[in-house]
């Protein structure tokens, strides 16, 4: 088991996946990675490497929360909770995402904010 001293990178978190799945997000991601005999290690680099590291937040948002919760469980976090976004949150401060953690709080379907309305972390345009 890994733990969040040791770094989570996109890797550390394909590994908590089947190999089914691993094949699923792949497709999902349009990474181009065909179905072989090749082991799981193979795939999980073969698939880092196509999808990169800076994809990370991406993937964490493809996952369900039993995933994200077998993927806190592999690193030794907290994976109590129940809501998507918290999962995803803590996940992405223990990559060292954090900037991305903010916006991964909001989840998917946060409402962005339309011209001339001032946002949380801006001021008022007037």
Do not use: W
Request: contains cysteine.
């Amino acid at each position: 088991m890994l733990t969040l001293s040791e770094s989570l990178t996109l890797e550390t978190v394909l590994t908590a996946l089947s190999r089914e799945r691993l094949y699923d997000l792949a497709r999902v991601m349009g990474a181009g990675v065909r179905e072989t005999k090749s082991t799981k290690a193979s795939l999980v680099r073969t698939l880092g490497t196509v999808l990169g590291a800076e994809r990370l937040p991406t993937v964490l948002q493809e996952l369900g929360r039993d995933e994200l919760r077998a993927v806190c469980r592999a690193h030794d976090a907290d994976g109590a909770t129940s809501q998507r976004p918290e999962l995803i949150e803590a996940l992405l401060k223990a990559s060292g995402h954090a900037s991305q953690a903010a916006g991964a709080k909001g989840g998917p379907n946060k409402k962005p904010d339309l011209p001339g309305e001032a946002s949380d972390d801006q001021g008022s345009l007037f």
